[in-house]
């Protein structure tokens, strides 16, 4: 798949999953490369950009298994975002499929 | 590719950043591999899975890039443009600035050559004169004077010309070093990262 496609899809995937529950790094680059074939290194630039811009913050805790991991937690910000991206991936989506699935459209 | 390797590779590619920001980029790949060799994973599948370092590196700085134009006032790559005044302002200077003087300074080294050189040709014309004046008497206006004392002063006026001459070899080889360091000095600014 298209590079630069899966970018953009990748950061509404983020968002999405980040709305569920807090994550930490490890654990939301393994949630999404399992089903998204991407280089996992390109999750955490990703990540820091968006912490960058407001949209969640991080926080470090200790774990029982083993050394203290960052999580990421999603910001009021980033969910109103993650909302316009999702309805803008629907209803993109919707349109795609429509052109596909009828070949009358010009 | 190691753990090692890919962090150096990555540090590398992180040169523009600060260093507190490359230190907090490269913890979260810290972490990552220590996630990763704790559930059993070899180092090498690890750093296979996370990609190439040097264009994870990139993105951070195109991201970076990007995040410094928004603050700039919004144009977007602003400081892409920056960067390309800066070179260009660098190269004006120097054509206007270093390229005068230099042409100037060329042409005093020039001037300098011309006159070692002529005052040597002249000390050999003196010093020949009275031989010319028993060839060709009538057109020799020197053919006056004393023949001794005008080979004499030919050897003289030769000798000072030959002194000249070699002052202006030195002079010449200072000269190259000079531009040359400046050359140097200047491809250092004009290459060097921030």
């Known amino acids: ?106 | 590719m190691t753990k090692d390797r890919f962090l150096a590779d990555l540090k590398h590619a992180l040169g523009g950043m600060t260093e507190t920001e490359r230190r907090e980029v490269l913890y979260d790949y810290e972490e990552h591999f220590r996630m990763g060799l704790a559930e059993g994973k070899p180092e090498e599948q690890i750093a296979r899975s996370l990609g190439n370092p040097r264009v994870i590196g990139k993105s951070y700085a195109i991201d970076a890039l990007l995040e410094e134009s928004r603050e700039g006032g919004g144009v977007t790559a602003a400081s892409v443009l920056r960067a390309v005044f800066a070179s260009i302002s660098l190269t004006f200077f120097n054509i206007i600035f270093i390229l005068g003087p230099f042409l100037g300074l060329v042409g005093v080294m020039i001037g300098l050559w011309a006159a070692a050189v002529s005052l040597g040709l002249a000390g050999v014309a003196v010093f020949l004169s009275p031989l010319a004046a028993l060839i060709t008497p009538r057109y020799v206006t020197l053919a006056g004077m004393n023949p001794a004392f005008l080979l004499f002063a030919g050897i003289g006026v030769a000798g000072l010309g030959v002194l000249a001459v070699l002052g202006m070899w030195k002079l010449s080889g200072l000269f190259g070093q000079v531009i040359a360091a400046y050359v140097r000095f200047n491809t250092r600014i004009v290459t060097r990262r921030k």
């Open chain 1, 1 to 106: 798949m298209n590079i630069q496609f899966k970018k953009g899809v990748l950061e509404l995937c983020v968002l999405v999953v980040l709305c569920r529950k807090d994550f930490y790094g490890y654990e939301l680059v393994q949630a999404i490369s399992k089903n998204i074939d991407i280089a996992e290194g390109t999750v955490y630039p990703l990540l820091r950009r968006l912490m960058k811009e407001g949209y969640f913050t991080t926080y470090i805790q200790e774990s029982a298994e083993g050394p203290a991991r960052k999580y990421y937690q999603i910001t009021d910000k980033g969910k109103e975002y993650q909302k316009v991206l999702l309805s803008d991936w629907t209803s993109f989506v919707a349109g795609v499929n429509t052109l596909i699935g009828r070949e009358d459209v010009a």
